[in-house]
């Protein structure tokens, strides 16, 4: 089965720092790779797709290292507002005879203090 | 554009009983996604659905769960007879095809007593 893992957290940082998360994947087949950010008590939403080139959104970063299966989500300047969970999702590849549905990991708990 | 709806958005019901949840995705998306949200944990993928044929439903406990999408649109997920670690959020998602991103419905939050 695949298994996409993550640092829980929490992160505490002060209001203007730089913030980065890892996550790992199992599944070297894996081909599709997201960012989604949750508030308490409310659904996920896509926060940014992560290519194989990386991609920039503002002050949010995502890099994707296939060789060693992980994805990266970089927070510059941050600001109160990213408290929240950050959750990583990887979809594709096949494994076990079957393919794979889009797998979260458990979520990283960020905490931006003023 | 509408999003993904959920109904219930809240339901309690006690052990051994049964429930069941709805969800329409997003007008267009071929793929459907059911999760299951415990407190405190990431989602969970439950079943997903390409148009109206099961793509992977490893992860669900089919002795109890079953889920429906018959027409390719909208789908049931069941649960019964329910059981006091079933309590949890169950989120509906919706995609435009199997590798692209998901767009989740706000959930529906089940408490079994």
């Known amino acids: 089965r695949k298994e996409v893992e993550q640092d829980p957290g929490p992160f505490n940082v002060p209001e203007g720092a730089t913030v980065a998360f890892n996550c790992t994947y199992s599944?070297?087949?894996?081909?599709?790779f997201f960012w989604y950010r949750q508030d308490c008590r409310k659904e996920p939403k896509l926060l940014m797709s992560?290519?194989?080139s990386g991609n920039e959104d503002g002050r949010f970063t995502a890099q994707l290292n296939r060789a060693s299966q992980y994805i990266s989500l970089l927070i510059r300047d941050s600001k109160l507002s990213d408290s929240a969970t950050y959750l990583c999702?990887?979809?594709?590849?096949?494994?076990?005879?079957?393919?794979?549905?889009?797998?979260f990991g458990k979520g990283t708990h960020l905490i931006i203090q003023p | 554009e509408a999003g993904v709806a959920q109904s219930p958005r809240y339901k309690i019901i006690e052990k051994r009983q049964s429930v069941a949840f709805w969800c329409n995705p997003i007008s267009g998306h071929a793929t459907l996604y059911w999760y299951q949200q415990i407190l405190g944990q990431g989602p969970k993928l439950l079943i997903q659905?390409?148009?109206?044929?099961?793509?992977?439903d490893s992860q669900l406990p089919k002795d109890r769960f079953s889920a429906e999408r018959l027409k390719g649109v909208d789908s049931t997920l069941k649960i019964q007879p329910a059981k006091l670690e079933d309590s949890a959020v169950y989120l509906c998602a919706s995609g435009g095809g199997m590798n692209t991103e998901a767009f989740f419905g706000q959930g529906t939050r089940l408490t079994v007593v």
């Open positions: 992560v290519y194989s």
């Open positions: 599944n070297s087949a894996s081909q599709s």
């Open positions: 659905f390409q148009n109206n044929g099961v793509v992977d």
């Open positions: 999702a990887v979809n594709g590849g096949y494994s076990g005879g079957g393919a794979d549905g889009l797998t």
